[in-house]
């Protein structure tokens, strides 16, 4: 039986629940406190045997959040993203995005040829969903993207070259900065607040008592 790794995390309501192993291409739900999470596993590149790699947009593959290796050996250009880029992005890979968590992801990959990432919103292939945003073109050999999320949610990851011919092994590291509620900011603001106030009329009926 294939096996895939899956990662969920979340801050708060949700538990934290890594790793777990899933049958590849299986379904599962996960209940958290309170919450349920549906989790849609799949083979990893690794599993799936030496050379393959998710090359097209409908052979995508997630990844669990933090840092993770990849490589483009074998990879083919698609060219999808391109006209929303400043370059194309060569020998691509895709990759699946299911944030747990509303707020801002940043993405940063290091490789031993200078990469090109691109982030589309929404798990459609035909038509190409929209063009979150593309990594600058850059000599070096790491780069960094940053795009709004929200919770349940699909988005995509095309992640290749920014030269022709080349391609290789890097890591890539997700994470995201859970947004903070209106409320809760206005709920601690309210908190200190009132505890000024209390303090003050505390110093305030020490100092009539002692006059």
């Known amino acids: 039986m294939v096996k895939s790794i899956v990662t969920v995390q979340a801050i708060g309501v949700i538990a934290?629940?890594?790793?777990?192993?899933?049958a590849g291409g299986e379904d599962w739900t996960i209940r958290a406190s309170g919450v349920q999470v549906e989790v849609a596993a799949a083979a990893s590149p690794e599993?799936?045997?030496?050379?393959a790699v998710p090359d097209e947009c409908e052979e995508r593959i997630?990844?669990?959040?933090?840092?993770?290796?990849f490589s483009t050996v074998g990879a083919t250009t698609s060219g999808d993203v391109d006209p929303f880029c400043d370059g194309p992005v060569f020998h691509d890979i895709w990759i699946n995005l299911f944030p747990f968590l509303s707020g801002r992801v940043t993405v940063t990959v290091q490789a031993n040829f200078p990469p090109r990432i691109a982030a589309l919103d929404g798990c459609s292939?035909?038509?190409?969903?929209?063009v979150l945003t593309c990594s600058s073109a850059s000599p070096t050999l790491e780069t960094e993207i940053q795009f709004?999320?929200?919770?349940g949610n699909c988005y995509k990851l095309d992640l290749?070259?920014?030269?022709?011919g080349q391609f290789g092994n890097g890591t890539i590291n997700i994470s995201v900065q859970q947004d903070v509620p209106a409320a809760t900011t206005w709920g601690a603001a309210w908190?200190?607040?009132?505890?000024?106030?209390?303090?003050s009329l505390a110093i305030r009926g020490r100092r009539s008592m002692t006059a």
């Open 148 to 151: 709004d999320v929200a919770a």
């Open 62 to 69: 997630p990844l669990p959040w933090g840092l993770s290796p």
């Open 191 to 199: 908190m200190v607040l009132l505890l000024t106030i209390a303090a």
């Open 125 to 130: 292939c035909a038509p190409l969903s929209q």
């Open 47 to 51: 599993a799936q045997g030496p050379g």
């Open 16 to 22: 934290l629940i890594t790793p777990h192993a899933f």
């Open 160 to 164: 290749g070259s920014q030269v022709p």
